[in-house]
């Protein structure tokens, strides 16, 4: 699956909203500039309106405010980019990337076992 590199705001506004669920632009703008001296609301808008014609966000108009939502899941997203890089960087295969995480220590014991029980070789 491929899909499209965030930026770095996009990156941080869909943070926002993985972690938070739902929220309006004014609940979105408070958390993103909370010592912000200008209005962010237009630089707010922007990115909502980039982020939801990418398809990475959902917009709720069914209620007196409206809600903004993570179309895409963080995981999905994650997976996407992994997928991208590997086909950049080593002709699509994962294995050199996975290697070098082991190699590295970069992956907790959970991770390992959530990988081994994913390949059939454990519990």
Do not use: C
């Not at 990156?11 to 669920?21: H, Q, R, S, Y």
């Not at 922007?46 to 899941?73: M, N, P, T």
């Not at 996975?98 to 014991?109: G, I, R, S, V, Y």
């Amino acid at each position: 699956m491929s899909v499209e590199k965030l930026t770095n705001a996009e990156t941080t506004l869909m943070d926002l909203l993985w972690d938070k669920k739902r929220l309006t632009a004014r609940q979105i703008r408070e958390s993103l500039y909370p010592d912000s001296k200008t209005s962010q609301h237009g630089t707010v808008q922007r990115l909502l309106q980039s982020l939801e014609e990418k398809g990475f966000v959902h917009r709720d108009r069914s209620l007196g405010v409206q809600l903004f939502s993570a179309q895409l899941e963080r995981a999905a997203y994650g997976g996407g980019i992994l997928e991208s890089l590997a086909q950049q960087l080593t002709g699509g295969s994962i294995a050199p990337i996975l290697t070098h995480l082991l190699d590295e220590k970069k992956l907790e014991k959970t991770e390992i076992r959530r990988l081994r029980k994913l390949l059939g070789e454990g519990p």
